[in-house]
């Protein structure tokens, strides 16, 4: 609460969390919205992103599909890979292949595996260049390198 009271987003975005849940605080959907929205209107992208999945699925609230969308791209703004990549993938059903490319590679650039994938596919189908392919390959792979350390690998290791 000290962290909430000073406008700490992460907090309200866990306080969120756990009034979804129940448990340590009686389960509150109304407390809920109130704090994933504290969250996402100190621009946590995560909070926009739980948002957009509670809108979509009706989770709580009435679905309204497009509150979804609007929490959508603005986690997608915020920095929020998977949900650029859900922007993408929804452009690509539209037919919007262009923009669902553009999407697909600042996801990718930003080291998303499904992402990359997609950049991939979009290639082969000639809805990216060869050097907007390996732009995109080369900025993953750097990405990547970068999220490498010896404590990630134990961790992983310790998981299997």
């Known amino acids: 609460?000290?962290?909430?009271n000073a406008n700490?987003?992460?907090a309200?975005?866990?306080?969120?969390?756990?009034?979804?849940?129940?448990?340590?605080?009686?389960?509150?959907?109304?407390?809920?919205?109130?704090?994933?929205?504290?969250?996402?209107e100190l621009?946590?992208?995560?909070?926009?992103?739980?948002?957009?999945?509670?809108?979509?699925?009706?989770?709580g609230v009435e679905r309204d599909l497009d509150k979804a969308i609007r929490h959508l791209q603005l986690a997608a703004i915020g920095g929020d890979?998977?949900?650029?990549?859900?922007?993408g993938t929804q452009e690509a059903r539209l037919g919007n292949?262009?923009?669902?490319?553009?999407?697909f590679m600042i996801a990718a650039r930003s080291g998303y595996d499904d992402a990359l994938k997609e950049?991939?596919?979009?290639y082969k189908a000639g809805h990216v260049t060869k050097d907007e392919y390996a732009s995109t390959l080369r900025t993953h792979q750097s990405i990547r390198n970068e999220m490498k350390s010896e404590q990630r690998s134990k961790a992983a290791a310790n998981r299997l």
């Open 8 to 10: 700490d987003p992460n």
């Open 1 to 4: 609460m000290k962290r909430a």
């Open 97 to 103: 292949m262009n923009r669902a490319m553009k999407h």
């Open 119 to 122: 950049v991939g596919e979009g």
């Open 12 to 40: 309200f975005y866990v306080l969120g969390g756990i009034y979804r849940r129940g448990g340590e605080l009686s389960q509150d959907l109304t407390k809920f919205f109130e704090m994933m929205n504290k969250a996402a």
């Open 43 to 59: 621009g946590l992208a995560m909070a926009h992103y739980n948002l957009y999945v509670a809108y979509l699925t009706g989770y």
């Open 81 to 87: 890979e998977v949900a650029r990549h859900k922007l």
